[in-house]
């Protein structure tokens, strides 16, 4: 089915729209357009339609494509124009840019018109969608403060370390305290000590469980005891942690007086039930025998006649029908109160409420009867669920796994151009040393693209046993190389293998250490300390009990101010002018996928030290085998899969000069096709090079299961951007006998291919 586009072509001359349209059409568009020539029609046409892309000659009777610019810019419009036109000079096509154009594309060479306009309809699509996630943020976050703002509940959270980071204005009007002499203290601060004791335990016990904790308590307010229903609830961020708790505080101090007041006297009962905003209801097994007003608004009546002959059971939700059943059994029979409780209801006209319930035996006309109290807490469910929901951030890991893959591909392409002018420029030592400097820029680029994928969704660990010895100091002597910053080690002689990725630990160490050598820039010395640790059950940092690995890092820098230790693991945090803020939540990412632990301990002018925890194993870490890399003159015919023109390009000239015969492809359909023929015609591809991920079209899984359906004896290499992805990590297993990941340098991917033509 072809794609419908919408293109607005300023173009005085109908034969070049006619051809710019059929080229849009020759890529299997159904193209909408529009041709206008004269700034009053483009005015007109801009006013009345939204356009996909606009198409703009740069000269025109009476105007050119500036002008046209200028107009666009502003009527704020964010349709991307594309300037097409004959030769017009180096330094109006700059002007062309600087205004507002997003390309240039000479008449007499429309190839890249099509790459062109994708281009830039992907981009704009990206760009709305990150404004429409901005706007929703935002609006989020204003709900978030109007339910902070207006609630009557005592509402709070709190980080790892029992410190507060949020009240709301209920919250600090009852304690009689500034919201900013709150923030940052512990309830050791603003409780009685038993009081705060008694809450920080709740509150690890949250941590540990990852469940609510709900109960009721009293407070002394003054000469008065307020009495509180409180809700203890696990927040998590974008991975999965538990970073923090949310705790409400409802004042039931009325709710339990009325309670206790019913039970004493029938006459004072029935004034006060009819004024209570709780519904109130007296009932048996079989039937309502009384209801107050707030009762019946809840359950949906107007009045009490419709409601005599049916049962409270009659409302309850089947989710909670079991217990509600159970309890009210309990009560007729044993005549003893039950506790407060949250059930769901369903109202008469359909609705489903969330309703607190609390129970006590009675005597109704000389039989046993139930008085039961129901309050509505549904808004205050919506309120929560609203906050909670505020608190993940999940479309960084997605983010950030297409950053690093797109970033990956562009790498790629650049460091075989590089190649191709090394091989080129044997006497040009200048042009090589700077080259040479364009490579190792690249391969620090390349860490960056790491981190991303790590941070991603895709970036899973691949387990298996490693010395955390070796990693340390290999990575401490890389990082500190020609600075002034020394590390000195203590590490058990007798240390345990991690379980864990070599290549993840060591960006963990990588990253602490480039934050304390930052924060010594006068130098100093940091301190690596590892050691076998045993944690038993219900151990402070909520892991498995077990063997595991301990790490500390220590620094003598400025430390961290308190009001950033909470912040520090947040993704796209930061404190320095040129920092990403990814470093620590890529490292925090990375040891909780370890299903481990990691601390931090800083004081200002102190230094900080970080606490790991990493699964050990008694298994020894497997020998590395070290792969000579070979540039021999090969013999082979290659197919090469790539959807980037300029790593096809680059890759089919490099090794054809290594004596290779190259055939290209661009997508899996069309590499089947050429392998097809080929292996008919009895000249078969030796090697086939697959892109892991093809934009728009057949990715390498789906080509090698076709290709080993036609070929099973097919030799294929899978190459990819993402080097974190199942399918990389263990390539044998989808029918690839080799793997190379981007970017890469053509003597590595000439290593692996002879290494696979040799097998």
Known sequence: ?????????????????????????????????????????????????????????????????????????????????????????????????????????????????????????????????????????????????????????????????????????????????????????????????????????????????????????????????????????????????????????????????????????????????????????????????????????????????????????????????????????????????????????????????????????????????????????????????????????????????GIGHDFNNFLTAILLKISLALKSLHNTENVKELLNQCEHIIQKAKGLTQQLLTFAEGGAPIIKPCSIEEIIKQTAEFTLSGSNVTCTYSIDENLLSARADENQISQVIYNLMINAQQAMPYGGNIDINAENVILSENNQFALKPGKYVKITLSDSGNGIPKEHLNKIFDPYFTTKERGSGLGLAVVYSIIKKHRGYIGVESEQGNGTTFTIYIPATEKKPLPVEIEPISTQISEGKILIMDDEPEIRESLAELLSDFGYSIDTASEGGEALEKYRIAKQQNKPFDIVILDLTIQGGMGGKETIDKLRRFDPQVKAIVSSGYSNDPIMANYKDYGFCGIITKPYRVDKLISVINKVLNN
Request: include cysteine; charge should be negative; glycine fraction near 4%.
């Open 1 to 401: 089915m072809s794609k419908v586009i919408h293109i607005l072509i300023i173009e005085d001359e109908i034969a070049d729209a006619r051809l710019l349209v059929e080229e849009i059409q020759s890529a299997e568009y159904e193209v909408v357009y529009e041709v206008v020539n004269s700034l009053d029609t483009i005015e007109e046409a801009l006013e009345r339609k939204k356009w996909d892309i606009i198409l703009c000659d740069y000269n025109m009777p009476g105007f050119n494509a500036v002008k046209v610019l200028e107009i666009i810019a502003g009527k704020d419009i964010a349709t991307p124009v594309i300037v097409v036109s004959g030769f017009i000079g180096e330094e109006k096509s700059l002007e062309l840019m600087r205004t507002g154009a997003r390309d240039f594309i000479l008449k007499d060479n429309l190839s890249r018109l099509i790459p062109a306009i994708e281009r830039e309809i992907e981009e704009m699509d990206i760009r709305r969608d990150r404004k429409h996630k901005e706007i929703l943020l935002e609006q989020q976050n204003k709900l978030i403060d109007t339910i902070l703002g207006t609630s009557a509940d005592l509402i709070s959270i709190k980080s790892r370390d029992f410190t507060y980071q949020t009240v709301n204005s209920a919250f600090c009007e009852f304690l009689g305290m500034d919201r900013n002499k709150i923030i940052g203290k512990s309830d050791f601060d603003i409780f009685s000590p038993s009081k705060a004791e008694k809450y920080q335990k709740l509150d690890a016990k949250v941590l540990i469980t990852d469940e609510v904790e709900i109960f009721e308590d009293e407070i002394k307010k003054g000469e008065n005891v307020r009495y509180f229903h409180i809700a203890k609830n696990p927040i998590y961020n974008a991975n999965g942690a538990t970073v923090g708790i949310l705790t409400s505080m409802r004042d039931i101090t009325e709710f339990k007086l009325a309670v206790e007041a019913l039970r004493e006297n029938e006459e004072r009962y029935r004034r006060l039930v009819e004024v209570s905003p709780d519904g109130i209801i007296v009932h048996n097994d079989k039937e309502i025998l009384f209801i107050n007003q707030a009762g019946l608004k809840i359950l949906g009546f107007d009045n009490d006649e419709l409601i005599r002959e049916k049962s409270l059971t009659d409302f309850v939700h089947p989710d909670s029908l079991d217990i509600a059943q159970k309890r009210l059994e309990q009560i007729l029979e044993f005549g003893e109160p039950a506790g407060l409780i949250e059930e769901k209801y369903i109202t008469t006209d359909g609705d489903i409420r969330f309703v607190e319930t609390a129970s006590v035996p009675i005597s109704w006309q000389n039989s046993r009867a139930v008085q039961t109290v129901i309050r509505d807490v549904s808004k205050q469910k919506q309120a929560e669920r609203a906050l909670l929901k505020s608190q993940k951030l999940e479309a960084l890991g997605m983010l950030a796994g």
